[in-house]
């Protein structure tokens, strides 16, 4: 079943079923994998051995088989089990190790467990605000209404620039005038192949000799937006949105100032 919606999703059969076998008596979910045991089940002979069996949550295949590498009558094996990464527990109840029917529990090392599924891209989180003026991660966006994307609900360096590199196509950005009392925010935008690069500054309202380079726009929400955090990597000159060419020396020193920022943020 699917936790978030109790959606019925598949069912699991034993790989070799016979009747009251007991399969399904319990089951362990380790993220990549499933066990399930079937602790009354009889082989080679063998009463009420018990085995417990490995399959692929998000397939139901069957992927390996576990089994008490002592057997005996009576052993139930199968009758707990739980995981983590590729080392499993599988509990014995009438294993005569020590004594008899002393019980005993089992590791195995699983070597063939499917590949971890690759996570869907999420979009941004509606009601997270960018703290510090500096986006780090995708969820430092705040969605307002629209699809408007707007930087910010808290400046604490209005003065200062900051760097932001969006790594895939280019999107539209709506930058908001007046994110902090008292001050306007103005954007000079760099395009490096398929990153954008953008400069947004904030400054006194009125005071900003850049106000006509202002950059407007919708950001279509069906773009990942995924954050280039390499922020020594060497960028080549590129003109900015009004035409202006950002001096090399004016573009290391912000990429520095603001690694910096996040060194310290991260501390």
């Known amino acids: 079943f699917d936790l978030a919606t109790g959606t019925f999703e598949r069912s699991l059969q ?5 009747a009251f076998e007991d399969f399904g008596n319990v089951s362990d979910v380790g993220g990549v994998a499933i066990i399930v045991g079937a602790p009354s089940s009889s082989y080679e002979g063998r009463n009420l051995e018990g085995r417990a069996y490995l ?7 069957h992927l390996d088989t ?6 005996e009558d009576d052993d139930y094996f199968g009758s707990g089990s739980d995981f983590s990464g590729d080392l499993c527990v599988i509990g014995s109840f009438g294993d005569d190790r020590g004594s008899y029917n002393a019980g005993s529990a089992l590791v195995f090392r699983i070597a063939n467990l ?7 891209p999420t979009p941004p989180i509606e009601g997270t605000g960018l703290v510090a003026g500096f986006v780090t991660n995708a969820s430092d966006f705040q969605i307002i209404t629209n699809a408007i994307l707007a930087l910010g609900d808290k400046i ?9 590199i969006f790594e895939g196509a280019k999107v539209g950005l709506q930058i908001l005038d007046a994110v902090s009392p008292g001050y306007e925010s103005y954007s000079k935008e760099i395009q490096v192949g398929a990153a954008t690069l953008l400069l947004v500054e904030m400054a006194p309202r009125g005071t900003n000799p850049n106000a006509d380079i202002n950059f ?33 020396i004016e573009r290391d020193k912000l990429l520095e100032k603001l690694r910096i920022r996040l060194e310290k943020r991260s501390h």
């Open 55 to 61: 399959f692929d949550p998000h397939t139901g295949e």
């Open 14 to 18: 034993s790989p070799d079923p016979e």
């Open 114 to 120: 499917p590949p971890s599924p690759t996570p869907t």
């Open 156 to 164: 604490e360096f209005p003065d200062e620039e900051g760097i932001f």
């Open 216 to 248: 407007d726009g919708i950001v279509n929400q069906n773009d990942h937006l995924e954050i280039q955090k390499n922020w020594h990597r060497q960028f080549p000159s590129h003109k900015t949105s009004s035409g202006r060419q950002l001096p090399p």
């Open 66 to 71: 576990f089994t008490n590498p002592a057997a």
